[in-house]
């Protein structure tokens, strides 16, 4: 598995919809999930992957959950994931989550999530 498709298959792992922040389809449906899809190599050090969560809720418990469970999925020490070419450690950034909401529509809801991304990996 490549870099980007196992950084999809994680990111996919959390029961909504996951898509590169590039790639979200005029179609998507509350809730979705986007990160920016970064990659790098063995010796670039940390890199940063932000992920945003979308909902269309007036409850923010719902968003806070989801939240919750990519940082026990990471846990304390992060979460090392296998591909191809090595493998990508996945850590919680700084700040973890921060709670937005969209201008046009108090019921979008978003949560706005710093990963730091070591890539294991010879290129």
Not at 74 to 91: F, N, S
Not at 104 to 115: E, F, L, P
């Amino acid at each position: 598995m490549t870099k980007e498709a196992a950084l999809l298959d994680f990111f996919s792992g959390f029961g909504i919809p996951a898509y590169p922040s590039s790639a979200v389809p005029d179609d998507a449906v509350f809730p979705w999930l986007t990160y920016d899809l970064v990659t790098g190599a063995w010796g670039d050090g940390e890199l940063s992957i932000t992920v945003n969560l979308w909902y269309y809720t007036t409850d923010e418990a719902i968003p806070n959950a989801k939240a919750r469970e990519i940082a026990t999925a990471l846990g304390l020490g992060g979460k090392r994931i296998e591909c191809d070419e090595g493998a990508i450690w996945l850590k919680r950034g700084q700040p973890w989550c921060q709670a937005l909401q969209d201008d046009a529509d108090a019921t979008i809801k978003r949560r706005y999530i710093n990963i730091s991304a070591e890539f294991d990996t010879l290129y």
